[in-house]
């Protein structure tokens, strides 16, 4: 089940040649035998456009629905920011050629610019619809986390925009995506910090401290035991005031710098965790897993 999107030239006859060139000089594309998929690992987000020739075969609609270059199919039960991104390649697809658009859950040609919101508003609406009679099938441990739409789309911007910030700085810091994780039933959002390495930290709900190269030796064989220590990030903020500082040009991220990084490690080393799991723990006494953003909906989707 998916949300699917007609593209038909707005002139005939229409040169598919350029298609594939289009799809191939994107980022996050992969193209074979006219499907274009597109995954960007960094949020997740998949989707797939089918184009070349009969795509829609001629029907009773006087619409010229046998014209279709191009479908785009959207998976429903995925966060709606799948949507946003999805906007954001169709804007470039009609900067590029001149389409119209048929939206075939609506029932409706869009002959003008192509309007993002609608998109992302229309995509919403049949989501919602689709996941409450998804729900209904669906055993309570097999669906799948959910977290509000305000926090997927925080942590969707955030993770779209990594890459271009991570350029964009003057130091060398570590820009980590982020994640959720779930504990003690609840889904909250989560970046992952590992031996307490120069990074920008965004504002989120858990700090995940690695201890990697800098755990704990034990045992006859003086092994390193590798493991992750849950901080609640008020508590973050807190504990590491003295190395954590606030970034001017990015809103509430705090970020720790390499001429703190020997101080940072000695407090790491130091400090004694509060809810250690060790990355070899069994499933069984895990205390908290975490998850891709893909793999949570939006809330809003089954609200009543």
Known sequence: ?????????????????PLEEFFDGRRHYSVKKGTARYENLGTGVQFTIEFGTGLVTAGESELPLDETRLILFLDYLVPTFFAQEAALEIEALMDTFELRIYDPQDERMQNGAFNAELFVSDYRKHATAAARSLHEEFKSTEWPGTASRAALDKVWDWNYWRDDLQIALDEELFV????FVHHEGSVKTAVVWGDGVPALLPKVDVVLAGYMEIAPKAGLLRRQKRFFDYIPYDEFKEEFADVLHPNEDVEGALQCVREDAETVIEKLKSRAPRAKQYLDAPQRKR????????EIVDQELTAS
Do not use: C, G, V, W
């Open 1 to 17: 089940m998916s949300f699917e999107y007609f593209f038909i030239p707005s002139k005939m006859p229409f040169d598919e040649t």
């Open 287 to 294: 205390l908290f897993e975490t998850k891709r953003p893909a």
């Open 176 to 179: 980590p995506t982020i994640e």
